[in-house]
Structure formats: structure tokens, C-alpha cells
């Protein structure tokens, strides 16, 4: 099986644009959820989709959005760009039903200049 | 209010010792315990993964150990290899909830020829 994929691997964007990140799950997997990683707050949760429907949300501002389709593949949206956006993003899929095993995809480095 | 405590922050092994990384909880009601495995470049990898039923777990070279009462687990990694050196991350959740993870701040290994 083909493992989870994101795209674009590397962004660039300045301040106060708007950005989307694009997540394909394994296959199969229903439930996908979202990350952001920097060296300074580590790896924190920012939500979760199943089933097209957000199904819990993390400690971040409304600039930060998601959804998912009916595919089970999801975007982030991060609208007006801050400086301390720049991190990277980390999508991970979950089977459905009782498994908590969650697999990362490589991530997306966005960069906000 | 960190909710997982990650120790040490770095660590530097023989090749062939024991690496051993230590976590501890608040919480009680966690209930899902990962570790992950980070390469630079790459998505968190899932290593092993314990619940609280059980002390011990081991897989290949990769022990968790359990310790319910004093809300700690930990990662064993028996005859370290140089292609061992990478970011370890502990995580918690809760198995009622969505797949939230609730991250370590990481112990980088160094595993030295």
C-alpha cells in the first residue's frame, strides 16, 4: 500500500497571503489528522477529520482550517500568514474502528518570508 | 500544562548499548501510548505502541515499559545501531476520543560507531 502522501513537499509564502496543503490518505483510511511541528513548540495537534467531518480541533487561531472529501482526502487552509506559520505540516491517516495507529506523511515545509 | 514530560532531551550511545528514553503523564485517562521514530526530511514513524493492560511490550530490538501507578512508560532500544540515531517522540491519547496525539518534545539519539 502506498503510504500517505502530501503535497506541495516545500512552500513559500509571505506574510498575510493565504495557503493550502493538500493530504492523501492510505488507502482505506477514513480518519485523517493534521500537525504542526516546530523546533520551538514541537509537534502539536491541529484537528481531525472522519468522515468529511471535523471531529476535534487543537489550540490554534481560526486562520487555521481543514476539511476533508468524500475520498477521505483532506486540506489545511491557513489564511493571513504570520511569520510564526512557517513549520512544518504533518498529516497522518488512521484506519476506522478501533485502531489508534496513526502513519505520518512526509510533511509540507512552509516557509513565510 | 504539559501533559507529557520527554527526558532526556538528548542522548549519545555506544553501538550495541541500550538506549533507554523515559516519558511521564498527568493524566490517568490516557490510554494509547506510541513512540515515534523521526529521520531529518521525514514524517514521524510509528515504532511501537502499548496500552495500559500490559507492562511490557517488545518488538525486535524496541521495549516499552509500562508503569501504570507512577504514570510513566519508556523506550528500550536493545544492541543500538548507528542507523538508530534519530528523533524519538513519545505520545498519549485517549482511546474514547478522535485520534488526537499529545507529543513528547522529543529525545534526539546518537548512536556513535
Known amino acids: 500500500k502506498a503510504g500517505v502522501t502530501q503535497t506541495p513537499r516545500y512552500l513559500i509564502k509571505t506574510r498575510g497571503q493565504q495557503v493550502t496543503l493538500s493530504c492523501s490518505p492510505i488507502s482505506g483510511h477514513r480518519s485523517v489528522s493534521w500537525y504542526q511541528q516546530t523546533p520551538g513548540q514541537g509537534l502539536q495537534f491541529l484537528f481531525e477529520?472522519?468522515?468529511?467531518?471535523?471531529?476535534n480541533k487543537g489550540n490554534f487561531p481560526g486562520r487555521f482550517s481543514g476539511r476533508q472529501f468524500s475520498n477521505s482526502r483532506s486540506e489545511m487552509n491557513v489564511s493571513t500568514l504570520e511569520l510564526g506559520d512557517s513549520a512544518l505540516y504533518l498529516c497522518?491517516?488512521?484506519?476506522?474502528?478501533?485502531?489508534?495507529?496513526?502513519?505520518f506523511g512526509p510533511g509540507t515545509r512552509l516557509t513565510v518570508t | 500544562q504539559q501533559q507529557v514530560k520527554q527526558s532526556p532531551q538528548s542522548l549519545i550511545v555506544q553501538k550495541g548499548g541500550i538506549s533507554i528514553i523515559n516519558c511521564a503523564y498527568e493524566?490517568?485517562?490516557?490510554?494509547?501510548f506510541p513512540w515515534y521514530q523521526q529521520f531529518p526530511g521525514k514524517g514521524p514513524a510509528l515504532l511501537i505502541a502499548?496500552?495500559?493492560?500490559?507492562s511490557e511490550k517488545k518488538e525486535g530490538r524496541f521495549t516499552i515499559s509500562f508503569n501504570k501507578s507512577a504514570k510513566q512508560f519508556s523506550l528500550h532500544i536493545m544492541d543500538s545501531q548507528p542507523g538508530d540515531s534519530a528523533t524519538y517522540f513519545c505520545a498519549v491519547s485517549f482511546s474514547g476520543s478522535a485520534r488526537q496525539l499529545t507529543f513528547g518534545s522529543g529525545t534526539q539519539l546518537t548512536v556513535l560507531p
Open positions: 502499548i496500552r495500559p493492560d500490559v
Open positions: 497522518a491517516s488512521t484506519a476506522a474502528g478501533a485502531s489508534y495507529e496513526q502513519y
Open positions: 477529520y472522519f468522515s468529511e467531518t471535523q471531529r
Open positions: 493524566n490517568t485517562a490516557f490510554d494509547y
